[in-house]
C-alpha cells in the first residue's frame, strides 16, 4: 500500500463527484484526498486524487474511473515531474511571548507565511507539499497545547522543465 | 417551431425506433402517458408493479437485442425499478429508463413522491442524469441510447422534473451525439490477439471459457466456427451457458459453483484457458488461488474495467467478441486435441451428470420432457435451484434461448422476463421456469401476461421450500430449516425435521390462483404426467399457464462447489 496521485478531467456537471466519490466508497478503495475545481474550460473541472492502494487495485481504479462517462481523462502521476502543493491553515492557540516568536522562527524556516495574529495567539498560512504540512503539524503537534487545522487537499500538475515536486 | 417536452419525448422514441415501453403512469408522468395515447406506433404496456415492469423490460431486449425502455413516476414509481437496474447493469442489459420527477422548483424540498433517484442509482447504472434544462433534453435522450446499447450495455436512467415535460423548446431530436468521455473500444488490439493465439496454437490443453460476452456480441457462430475448426472444448459460465449448441460435441458444460463435473476438472487441469466475455465472478473461480492453476489465460473482454480484476491474466485482449473471433477464424487452423478430448470425456464418465431416477419426479425429468417438446423456445428461468437445473439440463441451439438473472440473481425476474420475451417476440413459445418462492415475487404480472395475451408457460417447481437456501441448510448449517419452508406457520413446531404428514398445506394453490387470473394451471405429480401437462400448456394461445410440478423438497442441486473453496472440490453425492 503506497500513496499514489490521479489527475482527473471530468464534465463539470452535478453529480459528478458524488459518482467519482461513490466509487472510492462503494468499491472499499482507500481515498486519501480529493480536490475538485474548474480548469480554463469551464465545462471541464480537474480532480486530483491521492489514493492508497497496491499495484492490483491501483490499475482497477484507473480503469473504472476511465469508464465512467463523466470522466473524460484519467492521467496517472505516479512517477511522472509533477508540481505539487497544499493549502494549509494552522491557528496556533493560547501562546506565551516567547512561544509566538517560535512561531515565527518555524514559519522562516517552512518558508511560510503568519498571516493573522492576536494577543495570543497566530496563523499560518502554508502552501507546502502534503508531506512538508504534515511535518509542520507534526512539529507545531510537539511544540504548542492548542493548535488548529484546516487543509485544502492537494492539487497537482504535470512539470514543465523541472523535475522537483 | 418549439415543442414542448412531452412532445419531444415520444418523437424521441419514434426516431429511436421504439416499439414497445413498459410505462406504469403516476402524478409526474402523466403528461407523457397523454402525449402517448396520442399516437400509435409504440405499444404501452402496463404491468402490475415496477420491479415487474423493469423485468419485463430486460425480458424483452434479452430476447430482442434491442434496447429496454422503462417509463415510471416519481418516487416509489422509480425506487421500484431500483432491483431492475442493478440486475441490468450486472447482465449487461441495454435499457433506457424514464423517471418522472417533481418540477425543479420542487427538488430538495421533500415534496410529494420526490426521491434523488439518480443519487441512489449511481453505482448501478451507466449513466444517469436529472435533466435540468428543456433544451437540453432531445441531447440527453439521444445519449442515453447510444450509451445503452454500445460498448458493454447497460442501463441508463433519465429523471424527467413534471416542468421540463410541458415546457416548450428546441423540436429537433439529433441524429447522432458525441460524448467526450466516452468513447466505448471500437478495434481489436491485433498484436495481442496474434499472442493470444499463439498461446492457443502452441497448447496441449486448451479450453475456451465462453461468457455472456458471446450472446451480447451476437458471435454464436463464429464460435462455433472457430471451435470445430481448431477442435479445442468449450466450457461455460451461467450467461454464456448456450455459446455454441450444448449437443456439440465439443460442449464439455457449465463450470464453477454448480458447474459440470468434467468442466471443472478441465479449467483446473487446462494449460491454456482462452477465456471470452466473462468476468470470473466468484461463482465461476471459486477459490481463486486454485482457479485454472496450471494455465496460462488469455482474457477477451469489452469492458477493460472486467480484465485483470478477479483473476490475473497471461494475455489481456480487449475487444468485442465477435471482432476478435472474426480476426481469430482468420488464422484457426485445425489442431490434434483428441488425447485431451478423451481426458475429458472419461472423466465425464466418472461423473456424469444425473438424478436418481428409482423413485418420483426429478427435475431432469422435467427438464428431458421440455427438451423434447420446444424446438424453438425462449427459455426464461427465475433464480435458485431449478435455475442451475436448467443451466445443466437444458438443451440450448441458438443464443436466444436461455434468459436468466446471472449477475445479480434476482428472485421475481422469471415470469416479468418472459411476459416481456413473449412481447418480443410474438408467435415463439416462452417457456419460464420458476420456484415456488421466487414465482411469488412477482406473481401479480399474471395479470399483465393475461391482459397482453402473452401465452407464457410457467413452469413452477415446488418443492415447498426456498430449496437454494434450504439445500445449503441442508449442507453446512446442519439441517436447521429457519425460515425456508413455505408451508411452515406459527401453529408449527418450534424446531422441524422436515416434512411430514402433519405439515399444513402449501399456500397459495397455484392452479386456482392460475385461474382467478384468467389463465390456466395444471398440476403435476408423476412423471407420467409431464408431457401431457406440456402438451396442453401449448394449446393455450390466448394466455399464460402455469404448470405446477410437485417435486420433492430432497432434491439437491449437485455438483456443488462450497463458496470460497477450490472448484476441483466438488461435493458429487
Known sequence: ?165 | MDITGRKLFVKALQEEGVDTIFGYPGGTVTDLFDELYKQDGINVVLPRHEQGLIHEAEGYARSTGKTGVCLVTSGPGATNIITGLADAHYDSIPLVCFTGQVPLSLIGNDAFQEVDIVGMTRSITKYGVTVQRREDLGRIIKMAFHIAATGRPGPVLIDLPKNIQTTAGPAEYPSSVQIRGYKPNENVHVGQLKKAYKLLRTAKRPLILAGGGIHIARANDLLLKFVEKTRIPVVTTVMGNGAIPTGNSLYVGNSGMHGRYAANIAVSECDVLFSIGTRFNDRITGDLNEFAPKAKIVHIDMDTASISRNVVVDVPVVSDAKLALEKLLEWAESKDTEAWLNQIAAWEQTNPLAMRRDHGMTPQMIFEHVNRTFGEAIYVTDVGQHQMWACQYLELDSWHQLITSGGLGTMGFGLPAAIGASLGNPGKEVVCFCGDGGMQMNIQEMATAVTQGTPVIVCVFNNYYLGMVRQMQQLFYGKRYEATCLRRRRTCPATCKGPNPACPPYTPDFVALAESYGAYGIRVEREEEIQAALDEARTHKDAPTIIEFMISSDEIVLPMVKGGNPNSEMILK
Open chain 1, 1 to 165: 500500500m503506497k500513496n499514489r496521485w490521479i489527475a482527473l478531467y471530468v464534465e463539470n456537471q452535478v453529480g459528478v463527484l458524488a459518482k467519482v466519490s461513490g466509487l472510492f466508497s462503494g468499491k472499499a478503495y482507500n481515498l486519501q484526498s480529493l480536490t475538485v475545481g474548474t480548469t480554463e474550460d469551464e465545462t471541464i473541472s480537474r480532480m486530483t486524487i491521492c489514493v492508497a492502494s497496491d499495484d492490483i487495485t491501483f490499475e482497477q481504479i484507473k480503469k473504472q474511473l476511465n469508464r465512467m462517462v463523466e470522466v473524460i481523462k484519467v492521467i496517472d502521476l505516479t512517477g511522472v515531474p509533477i508540481h505539487m502543493k497544499e493549502i494549509l491553515f494552522a491557528k496556533v492557540l493560547g501562546i506565551s511571548a516567547d512561544e509566538k516568536a517560535e512561531v515565527f522562527r518555524i514559519a522562516q524556516v517552512f518558508g511560510v507565511e503568519v498571516t493573522d495574529i492576536g494577543s495570543d495567539s497566530a496563523l499560518l498560512e502554508c502552501k507546502l507539499t502534503e508531506r512538508r504540512n504534515n511535518e509542520l503539524i507534526a512539529l507545531l503537534r510537539s511544540k504548542f497545547r492548542r493548535i488548529e487545522v484546516v487543509r485544502g487537499g492537494a492539487v497537482a500538475i504535470e512539470s514543465i522543465s523541472t523535475s522537483c515536486r
